[in-house]
């Protein structure tokens, strides 16, 4: 939800800090499921991701999340859906050129980096989303990479 | 050439054979060695014609002889259709012309884009414009499915592995890597204005060796924007090229800042052209103007002029201006295209 979604921004150093500390608890608890279900329940773990970062984020499950390295404020919902940005058509009023009811992705994710504790990430290049990923859980991967 | 300038016009008996590579260059462009070479350096936009011919391109560009450095190809600007940037770049190669080939992210995936890089290499282009592009949206074909499978930064990253690492996204080698100065674009005057500095830095860090700007017509929003630019030591590693438009009356700017997100025009420069008696001659005295402070300003290295509609008056706007202090950029060796126009002068 749009208005959601910009509280998230507004609070992404306490954002940050929830998810630092329950992050640990899901992936752990996500590990244990692998080892005695093994990929019984994805569906349901991707689901109920899908739905609770959909609510905070209107996250689009690009697979790839790189929330903490945009200040909370998710580039999926750019409508060039860039993952460097803004691009140079941002109105004076800080909203975006394509939709301008929409504040623009990419000022809400900069404004959003400058309240967290490692607001910083924001400035390091990221590479294009792997299409693959696509509908896929990021917390599973975390829980079967690591 | 006997004036001087013969390290930027050494071309062979064939004025479109590449140049040869200096050492440290990434390119065997003209403009990579006029920037290396620390000279101001002057581009422009050639407007794509809406036409499948090339006799077409090249009138449009025998406007520009003799008074910049590069010609940026625009790739479907405004998401308007036009002959491709690609086509544009090749056929003025052929000839000698330096252009600057733009690549946008909104038509192409990156298995596209990457054929295109090579191809424009081997097509004898030099230089590349990294962009996300304009929405199709705002453009005369807003039922178009926009792709941007890649952003900007993806983009220079992208190209840089061709470049530097020999090699495609997927790790395939390639037999001869595309030898491009590669460049993006800035908008130091658009939202989130404290953290223009560092998309740009991001920009750099992703391969950028020069930047072409949107409009600028608030000098000391330039200014702030290249002291924490310089801070950052970003002029060091990069080029900054500063856009300056040729308004054409107060109506088009007025036009310009409503209609175009992203076009930040003052107050000030809108009244001077209501009052003006003659309107074009002082949008064109407002161009002049900006160019010659802008050189002023430590870090930038050029302008891009964009004067569209008004093409012919570039070589005017350049020489009154002064900035080149005399160096004459390169200039077709003999008339292209019979008939061609000729620029404007002042009666
Ligand atoms: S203005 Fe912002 S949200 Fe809109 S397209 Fe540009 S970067 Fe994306």
Known sequence: MYKVRLWSVKHARGMERFYNAINPAIVGTLKLKNRLFGTRFDGAVTALEAKGKALFFDCKMCGNCVLSSTGM?????????????PCGGVRENGHCEVKPEMRCVWVAAWDGASRMEKGDAIRSVQFAVDNRSKGQSSWLRLARDE | MSDGHTQFEDYGSNPGDPLPMLPDHVSHGRFERVLRARHFAITTEIAPPDSADPDEV???AALFDGHVDAINATDGSGANCHMSSLAVCAILTRVGYSPIIQISCRDRNRIAVQGDVLGAAALGVCSVLCLSGDDVSVGDHPEAKPVFDLDSVSLLSTIRTLRDENRFLSGRPLDHAPRLFMGASINPFA?????????????VAAGAQFVQSQYCFDIAMARDFMARSRDLGLTEQCHVLMGVGVLASAKTAKWLRSAIPGVHIPDAIIRRLEQAERPKAEGRAIAIELMQQLAEIEGISGVHLMAYKQEEWIGEIVTQSGVLKGRKPWAAPHPLIPGAPSPATVN
């Open chain 2, 191 to 203: 939202p989130p204005l404290a953290n223009r500095v560092h998309q740009f830095a991001k920009q």
């Open chain 2, 58 to 60: 090249l009138r449009r």
């Open chain 1, 73 to 85: 404020s998710c580039p999926m919902n750019c409508p060039k859906t860039i993952r460097n940005g």
